[in-house]
């Protein structure tokens, strides 16, 4: 099963939620309406919390994780995603704050402590090191992830296309278990 307790910690789904049976979450994880998470994800709320917003995708083998808390970090970082976010394939986030309606490039790192405020595009491969912020209406690109340039209106309006197909797409993968 994709979905799985840790120490009493179960993951709780909202709405229409599709998580792909060949994906793990697992712990303190909330799922807002019409997420998706795809084939070979990684989900893994097991030492710190994992919230994520409404109508976000999570791509085929993205890992999702957290900071734990520590001497050398305490109270930790839990990791925090918003509404209308896509994260491409293989993303890796750990223990950061996304806001509302990004793209995450596919193979793209965004580490701990980072905070990624809304519209906000980074590109495939980038990196965004311990404790950056990314600031609203860029296109982040690079390692370390630098502002390449403000982001047209056209991307603008990518952001609610890109995160209203992948709804269409989890309500067939839905359908298709009903009917299965």
């Not at 099963?1 to 993951?11: D, K, L, N, V, Y």
């Not at 791509?59 to 995603?81: E, K, R, Y």
Request: hydrophobic share 40%; charged share 20%.
């Amino acid at each position: 099963m994709a979905i799985r307790t840790f120490q009493g910690q179960t993951p709780q789904l909202g709405e229409r939620v599709y998580v792909d049976p060949a994906s793990v979450v697992l712990g303190d994880v909330v799922l807002g309406d019409d997420c998706s998470v795809w084939p070979m994800t990684v989900v893994r709320g097991d030492m710190h919390r994992i919230r994520i917003g409404a109508r976000t995708s999570v791509q085929d083998g993205s890992v999702l994780h957290i900071t734990h808390a520590s001497d050398f970090n305490p109270g930790g970082h839990p990791l925090t995603i918003g509404d209308d976010v896509t994260i491409g394939h293989k993303a890796l986030l750990h223990g950061c704050t996304l806001g509302n309606r990004i793209l995450v490039g596919m193979g793209s790192i965004i580490m701990d402590g980072a905070l990624v405020e809304d519209e906000v595009i980074i590109a495939a491969g980038a990196v965004v090191t311990p404790g950056k912020t990314l600031a609203s209406g860029h296109v982040y690109a690079g390692n370390p992830a630098k502002p390449l340039r403000e982001l047209k209106e056209s991307e603008r309006e990518f952001f609610a296309y890109t995160a209203g197909n992948y709804v269409k797409l989890k309500d067939q993968y839905l359908a298709d278990e009903q009917q299965g």
